[in-house]
């Protein structure tokens, strides 16, 4: 009776195993965080994703900010979750460039934005590699967009409405 036991025993262990293997696969679709320095980093099966506040502390009056958490990720499809803080509406673009992130120079006017001689107050557009999309976030809202297989390099992350840009509304962002 024992030589049965033995492959039966066998058999059981190797399904086990194998449906172990099977739950461990198909948690690959979760979500994990790992905490860095004090940045929290959410890796999906899609990709990472970065929060990203936009903010005014008094409209077109006051401080603006732009802060991405984090401001560096791996090379990936990259999805931002971007929240509008402040008092007016605001927006977020993705631009693949090399100039500073401070240093974008404001050569553009009206919407769609275009080159002027006088009165400029957004960046050109050219670079944009993705947006939260129209209409522009409202305060207190939260608007969701992915970019897909983001190659390494630099990047920087702008709100061009009218001056927010010139207000503080940028920040640099890299992709390792």
């Known amino acids: 009776m024992t030589r049965r036991r033995t492959p039966m025993f066998a058999a059981t262990a190797v ?6 293997g099977c739950s461990s696969s198909s948690s690959s679709g979760s979500s ?3 905490t860095a320095g004090g940045v929290t980093v959410t890796t999906a099966a899609a990709g990472t994703v970065v929060h990203v506040e936009l903010g005014d502390t008094a409209g077109l ?3 603006m900010t732009l802060i991405p958490s984090p401001a560096s990720v791996a090379a990936g499809n990259v999805t931002f979750v971007v929240k509008n803080t402040g008092t007016i509406d605001h927006e977020m673009i993705v631009l693949k460039t090399d100039v500073a992130y401070d240093k974008l120079p404001i050569v553009d006017a009206g919407d769609p934005p275009a ?5 400029a107050d957004k960046v050109d557009e050219a670079a ?6 129209d209409p522009n976030p409202k305060p207190g809202t939260t608007r969701t967009f992915t970019i897909k297989d983001m190659k390494a390099g630099k990047y ?3 709100c061009n409405i009218a001056k927010h840009y010139g207000m503080g509304m940028r920040a640099a962002f890299t992709v390792t």
């Open 128 to 133: 944009n590699i993705g947006e939260t999309g």
């Open 15 to 20: 399904l086990v195993l194998a449906l172990m």
């Open 156 to 158: 920087v992350l702008v």
């Open 32 to 34: 994990s965080k790992t």
């Open 61 to 63: 009056k006051g401080t």
């Open 115 to 119: 080159k002027v001689t006088t009165g």
